[in-house]
């Protein structure tokens, strides 16, 4: 589960961390009232689960003249399929300069591993080649202190604070990673956390009422889908797409892009996707107005192919779908639920390219 920058920053104050004073709005309105608070200038950030936001116009400097209208292009931008539903209104913070860090599982050595590199900021990856990063199992071996605090610079005892703080985070809430970019070094020497990326382990949920809660916090359609057990993430195209496995649901989206659609959401059963569920599949998939074509990619395994066939048959004859339906099946089962399907008359696919280039030029007819 990857936490909003304006969620990670809570968790960030909660241990003591330090962030930039600021505050979440709704409206321009209120980004234009939350400037004046912090002295008339401030920085206004998109909130939305996607990365470079500040090389696609997603984070802007501004005053308290053109607050209100920054912040009202700032809400109809949209990045990656995603509109930001509320902005982050920061003060801006006097820099001496921009640092990387990210604590992240590795699970071949299982470990904590820190990361570090004197090069931060929009295009971390390009400097990062030049400055390089140092990588540091945790707990931070005493004879790797030296080596940390050179890269951080300024006060050892801020930095030695710092770190002690963001492991305890990593392991209190199950994080798979935590990434800072920018860490800004004060003219201090202290640090300030500009930024958060935070990912919480999905399996770990239930052990984190709190975060498991801010799942709540997306569209009425992903609330659906979160009621249901479904992973689900809408992307802003025209084809929907269903699969069960995430990995299987992601190449579905890139078999999609080769064929020259655009997906409009991703929705994962998950293994064990009896009919019943597959008819809620079927439903908040379809919910949003835009879809053009609903592609179902399924495997047999845990997941019998039939059982998902025939929870799909029902659902589209019950919630009378308009849209064309292109199904792929392949294993446990999926000559019998090809029978169940063509007898209702929807085409069924071996081939998961095939199926791909035929909802691609399906939605693409509907267009026009």
């Known amino acids: 589960m990857d936490l909003l920058e304006y969620q990670g920053k809570d968790l960030y104050r909660a241990s003591g961390l330090p962030v930039p004073h600021g505050f979440v709005v709704s409206s321009a309105v209120e980004a234009k009232d939350a400037v004046e ?3 008339g200038q401030a920085v206004l950030k998109i909130q939305v689960a996607t990365g470079h936001r500040g090389q696609r116009g997603g984070i802007q400097k501004v005053d308290k003249e053109s607050a209100e209208e920054r912040a009202a292009e700032l809400f109809e931008l949209k990045l990656d399929g995603h509109k930001s539903k509320q ?4 003060e801006i913070v006097s820099i001496e300069q921009e640092l990387y860090l990210a604590i992240m599982l590795d699970r071949q050595e299982r470990s904590l591993q820190l990361m570090l590199s004197r090069a931060g900021g929009v295009s971390v990856e390009e400097a990062a ?5 140092l990588r540091i199992p945790m ?3 005493a004879s790797e202190h030296k ?3 050179r890269v951080l610079g300024g006060k050892e005892s801020a930095a030695i604070d710092m770190l002690g703080k963001l492991e305890q985070l990593v392991r209190s809430y199950d994080a798979l990673l935590v990434e800072v970019n920018p860490l800004a070094r004060t003219t201090q020497g202290d640090f300030m956390l500009l930024d958060s990326k935070i990912t919480i382990d999905d399996n770990a949920l239930y052990r984190q009422p709190e975060i498991a809660a801010l799942q709540m916090l997306g569209t009425k359609d992903e609330q659906a889908a979160h009621e249901a057990g479904f992973s689900f993430v809408e992307l802003g195209g025209t084809v929907a797409v269903i699969g069960n496995g995430a990995g299987l649901v992601m190449a579905t989206l890139d078999a ?3 064929a020259g659609a655009k997906p409009a959401n991703f929705l994962d059963v998950g293994g064990g996707a009896q009919a019943d569920k597959t008819r809620k599949a079927v439903q908040v998939a379809l919910a949003q107005p835009h879809i053009k074509a609903l592609f179902v990619n399924i495997f047999g395994g845990i997941t019998r192919a039939d059982e998902v ?9 019950a919630l009378d779908v308009s849209v064309p339906v292109i199904v792929r099946l392949a294993g446990n089962g999926a000559a019998t639920g090809k029978e169940i399907l063509e007898k209702q008359g929807i085409a069924t696919f071996d081939d998961m390219e095939e199926a791909a280039q035929t909802a691609a030029q399906k939605a693409k007819q509907a267009q026009q």
Do not use: F, H, N, S
């Open 256 to 258: 999609l892009d080769r």
């Open 139 to 141: 707990p931070i071996a």
């Open 147 to 149: 080596k940390v605090l």
């Open 129 to 133: 080649e030049q400055e390089g990063v």
């Open 87 to 90: 902005l982050l209104v920061e």
């Open 37 to 39: 608070k912090l002295g």
């Open 309 to 317: 066939a025939r929870g799909l048959a029902e659902a589209l004859l």
